[in-house]
């Protein structure tokens, strides 16, 4: 069986609560009220009861029989016992039309014990005969017995919870329907505005005339409004940059291409340069021509990156000492005399596994990092790089003296076009360098940056294979 449509609505669910809530209150105030009103008529016919008793003590003579019928049916008992003067007397009396059922003392009488004999007598249908004894009122003694029957007092019962019941229930339906309007003006109608919102950004999310203005009165929805709106705002600018990403990949990937075709015209006129007699050209010829290719691999890597093809890298063992004084030689030239010192602390006889080519950008790019940061302060500085192993891992650390990152490039250090530190920079070289070093299996890490200068650490696991590197 199908759930009805409208108690699937927050407003069907929060009507069916409000009136589940409402009945349950009703029958905590009806059961105690029926419980009350059963004492109340207990104790109204004891009180008869005592005046007729009284009103017949106070003559000497013997009333009649029909005078006395008279008495017990305006009291609504059959027979009355007083105590008096440590006296149990029975002053009125009539024939019982029945045995007893039950005796009930109000002397002692317990709340819950009310309630327990009321809802007895609400729920058992038989005329029954009981005992009631309570206190006679203003000291007329010190016992007053009674028997009556319950079927007057059932009917009663009856109309007086029935009464209470319709009268609580209007109270109770008007109070739902209150509290209903009131939580769909300040709740539910709050809430569907959101919702129409989120379904309006979600048709159009580069759309900033569709991000929501906070507007709600109660705390917690203008919180969730105020969310929504920074979410929104921080989305639109993530699309825009993924648009302008996009047509940045599509236009270097021109360059690309066509820088390519340049680059390979300028190692055809390397690649002859070798064969040159001049000893400095001879020896300038090899670095130029290792640069070009390098370059011309860019170039490709570039490309096929644009495609979302890029080659795993190909592992082999080389030794680290010379990978890294190639690339120190490479920076050598470009620093200005005397102001950047480069020191190594690689063992000749350290090998490593991995791609040289992809490894010689990693360690090119953070050395001319710490380059130019130390050439901005205008001070002298010293560039450091080191490397060893451990069970796991081959590690090379690269460190400086220069000023240390900016807090802003930290926050955002290995993310695209965000973790830029000079002006100029695109901050593209540590997220290009962080993905080849994942793509290794292996992680760089910021080690410390502050006003002594900064450190990082490449780390690559030595059971990385060919296939886990491509997978």
């Known amino acids: 069986m199908r759930r009805p449509r409208f108690l699937n609505t927050l407003s069907g669910r929060f009507l069916l609560l409000t009136t589940v809530f409402v009945v349950l209150a009703e029958l905590l105030i009806l059961v105690p009220s029926v419980a009350r009103y059963r004492e109340d008529y207990l104790e109204l016919r004891l009180e008869r009861a005592q005046i007729a008793s ?5 003559t000497d003579d013997m009333i009649s029989e029909d005078l006395e019928k008279e008495l017990l049916a305006n009291a609504g008992v059959f027979n009355v016992v007083l105590r008096r003067d440590e006296m149990r007397q029975l002053v009125l009396s009539s024939p019982i039309p029945g045995e007893v059922y039950a005796s009930y003392d109000l002397r002692s009488a317990s709340s819950l014990g ?3 004999d009321a809802m007895a007598t609400l729920l058992d249908g038989e005329n029954r005969v009981i005992r009631v004894i309570g206190r006679p ?9 009674i028997t009556m029957e319950t079927g007057p007092m059932r009917r009663e019962m009856f109309d007086y919870a029935l009464r209470v019941l319709t009268l609580s229930a209007a109270i109770s339906v008007l109070l739902a329907f209150l509290l209903f309007l009131a939580a769909r003006r300040l709740i539910l109608k709050p809430m569907a505005r959101v919702v ?5 950004y979600a048709e159009a999310p580069e759309d900033a005339r569709h991000v929501i203005e906070p507007t709600a009165r109660i705390d917690e929805l203008r919180e969730a409004e105020e969310a929504m709106a920074r979410m929104q705002t921080q989305l639109i600018g993530a699309l825009r940059q993924k648009e302008r990403l996009a047509q940045l990949g599509s236009a270097v990937a ?3 291409h066509d820088l390519r075709n ?16 001049d000893p400095a050209v001879k020896k300038a010829t090899p670095k130029l021509v290792g640069s070009i290719s390098r370059a011309v691999n860019l170039c490709e ?10 080659p795993p890298p190909r592992l082999h063992r080389f030794m680290l000492a010379n990978l890294v004084a190639e690339v120190l030689d490479g920076e050598r030239p470009a620093a200005e005399a005397g102001q950047v010192d480069f020191v190594t602390d690689v063992a000749g006889s350290l090998a490593v596994r991995a791609d040289g080519e992809q490894l010689h950008r990693v360690l090119q790019n953070l050395v001319r990092n710490a380059r130019q940061a130390i050439e901005a302060t205008g001070q002298p500085g010293t560039i450091e790089v080191g490397g060893g192993e451990d069970d796991r891992d081959w590690w090379i650390r690269i460190g400086d003296t220069g000023p240390g990152l900016p807090e802003r490039a ?3 250090l290995f993310q695209p076009f965000q973790g830029g530190i000079r002006k100029g920079g695109t901050g593209l070289g540590l997220a290009i360098s962080a993905e080849i070093v994942r793509g290794h299996g292996g992680r760089l890490e910021l080690v410390r940056s502050d006003a002594d200068g900064t450190e990082f650490v490449i780390r690559l696991p030595k059971s990385v294979s060919v296939a886990e590197v491509a997978a």
Do not use: C, N
């Open 254 to 256: 021109k360059i690309s």
């Open 54 to 58: 009284l009103a017949l003590l106070t």
């Open 301 to 310: 890597s570039t490309l096929t990156f644009g495609r979302a093809e890029e």
């Open 114 to 116: 009310l309630i327990r």
């Open 137 to 145: 009122v203003r000291e007329g003694g010190q016992l007053i017995e």
């Open 196 to 200: 129409e919102h989120m379904t309006r």
């Open 410 to 412: 930290k926050e955002h």
């Open 262 to 277: 340049i680059l390979t015209t300028a190692q055809l006129f390397a690649d002859r340069m070798e064969s040159s007699e």
